[in-house]
């Protein structure tokens, strides 16, 4: 082989063999380790935020990061997930109400689905009423803000939604109720009575439903006619669905 070409092909394996060898090292200090050496986390379930970021979740999102932000997010962290002892867990911050736009733009009046106005504790569960649509109580809460319930049927939703919607968790638990159709007998002799949250009854007294039927003139224009609806029992919960009835 020519003299020449030894010379030229030294200098070419010599830089291979230097990218070979730093690359380790560059790979390396691209990711960023909570624990020390790159060892397992101790508590990688423990609650480092109010959001409700685990160790784990943190790990994951530093991993990415270099120089001094790594080192400033190490120091943050690795002592309460890669140490000996379990740190406290933060107390996780409820979750808000969410914002509903344009309330108040449909064409009944408001209609809180728990009284008071409070958020459900439970919005995922899905209640099914007589005249209504099928829906979680979530969507119920917005679309009674945005009024787009009937007027009529307000209270009965408010009864029905009570319990399987958790509207006594987000409200002060209601104070001793009274009995069906009368006083609460008796009383403990005086003080003032908290406000009472809680829709009337214990699912066995009838709902007075207004319904118009006639021409137009008003919301109450027309022949009116009061109808009972008779409620037929308390509503049925099970783990996905509130089945609700009123018949007239």
Not at 110 to 137: E, H, S, T
Not at 145 to 171: D, I, K, T, V
Request: glycine residues 16%; charged residues 15%; hydrophobic residues 30%.
């Amino acid at each position: 082989m020519p003299f020449s070409n030894l010379n030229r092909r030294r200098p070419m394996a010599l830089a291979a063999a230097l990218l070979a060898m730093m690359a380790p090292t560059v790979v390396a200090q691209v990711h960023c380790n909570m624990c020390a050496n790159g060892a397992h986390m101790t508590w990688p379930l423990a609650v480092l935020t109010p959001q409700g970021t685990t160790c784990a979740e943190m790990s994951t999102r530093m991993g990415g990061s270099t120089g001094n932000v790594c080192r400033e997010q190490q120091s943050f962290w690795r002592t309460p997930c890669c140490g000996p002892n379990k740190p406290r867990d933060v107390r996780v911050a409820p979750t808000p109400a969410p914002v509903v736009p344009g309330a108040g733009s449909g064409p009944h009046p408001r209609c809180d689905i728990c009284i008071g106005g409070g958020f459900p504790g439970n919005p995922a569960m899905v209640i099914n009423m007589l005249y209504l649509n099928v829906g979680d109580c979530g969507q119920y809460y917005n679309t009674g803000r945005q009024g787009n319930l009937p007027e009529h049927l307000c209270q009965a939703l408010q009864y029905f939604a009570y319990e399987p919607c958790g509207c006594g968790a987000q409200q002060a638990p209601p104070g001793p109720g009274p009995s069906p159709g009368g006083g609460n007998g008796g009383g403990n002799g005086g003080g003032n009575s908290p406000d009472k949250k809680t829709p009337d009854g214990d699912g066995k007294e009838n709902l007075k439903l207004s319904n118009s039927r006639g021409g137009a003139g008003g919301r109450y224009a027309g022949v009116r006619r009061g109808l009972k609806g008779k409620i037929r029992a308390k509503p049925i919960v099970d783990d996905a669905t509130t089945v609700v009835t009123i018949e007239a």
